[in-house]
Nanobody
Framework: VQLVESGGGLVQAGGSLRLSCAAS????????MGWFRQAPGKEREFLVY????????YYADSVKGRFTISRDNAENTVYLQMNSLKPEDSAVYYC???????????????WGQGTQVTVSS
């Protein structure tokens, strides 16, 4: 499965962005999509995942209450709505997919190429 992110860009602090991640094909009936980010000089950080079926969502504390994940299974697309953005949210954002995806990078089989998000102060 190939994943392609879009929607990154430059936004002022306090603003919002919505990222999209489109899968190249319909995924299996049980499949998790997640979002990670990586800032320069830092480890790739888990943000959130959504499992299918059931739609269970799990958020990292750093984004809980500000970021929301959603999924359109008919369109093979997952979204990340980011509100109240802060300069420290600046990073390359990656989506990931896998039948057993959780908060660890190693649990995902497929990764997108990343999209840059820059939050100015």
């Amino acid at each position: 499965v190939q994943l392609v992110e879009s929607g990154g860009g430059l936004v002022q602090a306090g603003g919002s962005l919505r990222l999209s991640c489109a899968a190249s094909e319909r995924t299996s009936s049980t499949y998790t999509m997640g979002w990670f980010r990586q800032a320069p000089g830092k480890e790739r950080e888990f943000l959130v995942y959504i499992a299918w079926p059931g739609g269970y969502e799990y958020y990292a504390d750093s984004v809980k209450g500000r970021f929301t994940i959603s999924r359109d299974n008919a369109e093979n697309t997952v979204y990340l709505q980011m509100n109240s953005l802060k300069p420290e949210d600046s990073a390359v954002y990656y989506c990931a997919g896998g039948p057993r995806g959780r908060w660890l990078r190693s649990t995902y089989d497929s990764w997108g190429q990343g999209t840059q998000v820059t939050v100015s102060s």
